[in-house]
């Protein structure tokens, strides 16, 4: 999470006064720490998080009222050589992870240092005049059910994850500024009739139904000046360049002292993805329940006509959590007024068009069937054992980012299903490839996990086989090396409580490996069988250790990772591990065009949005191990938060209404005219 800009374009009503910043002096508060080493000096706290233990962190207590201030602001040093994922958490009395509390999660690069911000959200009473819910952004000026008792903050937190290295921080300039000016009078209703922001105006809002209509002429000859770059061939593959063995299908390939993908053509090929092409669909709508009077217009539900714009969901988190909630998508009724009532159809035509015109040579994950079915853009397939049944490391149902017991016996049959699931679309030489899978947490603490199992669970017995295997069944040994007392096997596959991380790092280190190897060798040979020719394409990690890199690059085609952040480079294990890499998502928001979001990576606007996109892509053609980079995603999220979990983001390359960011496009088509010549014209990097 990062920043809001000042809402002076969204809130025009409040007027913001300057107002002098407040140094919060760490010295000045209570200092504690859990499993980290902590010091101030010159106004800055450092923590030296020890590696191998549960969540450590740091913490300052003391009582601030920070309710003048709309944001509070530190500097973030990375002081290590490796990339961590910081959580910098503020709470008022009784806070804690799920409520009563704010937290900025801060992806840090090795040596990286940059100003992050947490918007002080207040929380909600009976006396305010409006009030949002139901999204994960939400102006500061706007009381929210989500928000805190800013007068009465009592404590900070800076916490990590378990590692399995030594990692440094510095947080300096600790600092409340933002005059906060609260809206004191309804904003009902809160969206227009074409689901934008009603309170504000900004360049490329549209406002009227004509002006709807007539923006699809205009985009149609834009379109038909800019078809895809020259350089491509008709799958996005590098027609000018070195023709290699064609096969028919795509493969990897080492050329010029890069990694590359090569096309069924057996032309050079870099893939340009866009994730989540869908010609609307449930994820596109947002909630209407509890909402009466936030929308300035909505069709009448019982129409023939109109009933594909609405849903029904079940809310697995956020502020409607365990509801089955109705909701309504703008966007889809947008593309029915603007293209009449064979809209499906002509937007569907239109999606392959608008992204080989904007650079975009591949139809990325969660992508329409139908689309990819259409032979128009090269593409690739997502499945996921998630509802599949499959036990979980640790036991207990399936939560997001739970990785599978690769133990269990039924284990190959429940990756065949998955595999099998990806449908006909997967036999089709346009298919790049499959990703099993999405962001499960492969963190260093996996064998922890397995051993604090009950001794039902298959890891728990794995893991002890294991043991017995490198100490030859002598208990005694282990003990020794662990500082144990065990009496039997039985005793420590009945244990629950962890042995001394340092001493147990070899063995875990051991099992580590095996459940990795274990899980990526099976997925790959599903593949194999059931879909021959098509790439594996791993995992799409967000969590790992070289340990999980190791393992992803023995069996996986490609390894992909969900990389969010300004650039590919400092990506330790990418440099480490001689192996094709794909940047499977990454984005950029700005909350300067009715926006209340700005995403995982937020910039200040629309141009810089441009110039991220672009530095992103060329970091990634520059880099010898990339093959590729997917942008998340094709559309932005609904203002007032997708129905599922309240994401409300400005990453799409099109707004509610169907317009193109100009300034992203152009961006995008400026990367991909030159983007082979980037990547092959000089000297690996």
Known sequence: MKYFLPLSLLLPLAVFGAADPLRLDPAAARLEQANATASVAGGALTIDFTPELEWPHAELHGRWDLSPYRELSAVFRNNGDSLIRLEWRISTPGGNWQKDSLTARIPLLPGEEKRVAIPLLRKASAKDAFQLHGMKSIPVEIPAQSGIDVSNVVKMEFILPRGNRPRSITVGSLTASGKFRPVNRSLLPLLDRFGQYRHADWPGKTKSLNELKAAAAVEARELEKNPAPAEWNRYGGWKNGPQLEATGAFRTARHGGRWTLVDPEGRLFFSIGMNHVNIGGVHSSTPLLRRNGWFEELPTPNEAVNWPFYFVRYIYSGDYSGNYAPGFSFVMHNLQLKYGKDWLRKAGELAPRRLKSWGFNTLANWSDPQLCAARQLPYTVGVALAGSGARVIGGGAWKVGSVWDVYDPKFPQHIDNCVRGAGKIAASPWCIGLFVDNELHWSADLAGIAFASGPEQPAKQ?????????????????????????????????????????????????????????????????????????????????????????AAARYCDVISLNHYSGNVDGIAVAEQFDAPVIATEFHFGATDRGMFGGGVVEVANQSERAASYRNYLESALKHPRFVGAHYFQYVDQPVTGRIFDGENYNIGFLDVADRPYPELVEAARAVADSMYRTRFGGEPK
Not at 500 to 507: F, L, V, W
Not at 539 to 549: E, K, M, V
């Open 462 to 550: 794995a893991l002890v086989r294991l043991l017995r295997q490198r100490y030859r069944n002598d208990l005694a040994a282990l003990n020794r090396a662990w500082g144990t007392s065990f009496t039997g096997w039985e005793q420590l596959a009945a244990a629950r409580k962890l042995p001394d991380p340092a001493r147990a790092a070899a063995d875990f280190d051991a099992f580590y490996t095996q459940t990795a190897e274990t899980y990526f060798r099976t997925v790959r040979d599903s593949i194999r069988k059931q879909w021959p020719g098509r790439l594996y394409l791993g995992a799409r990690l967000a969590q790992y250790t070289p340990l999980t890199w190791a």
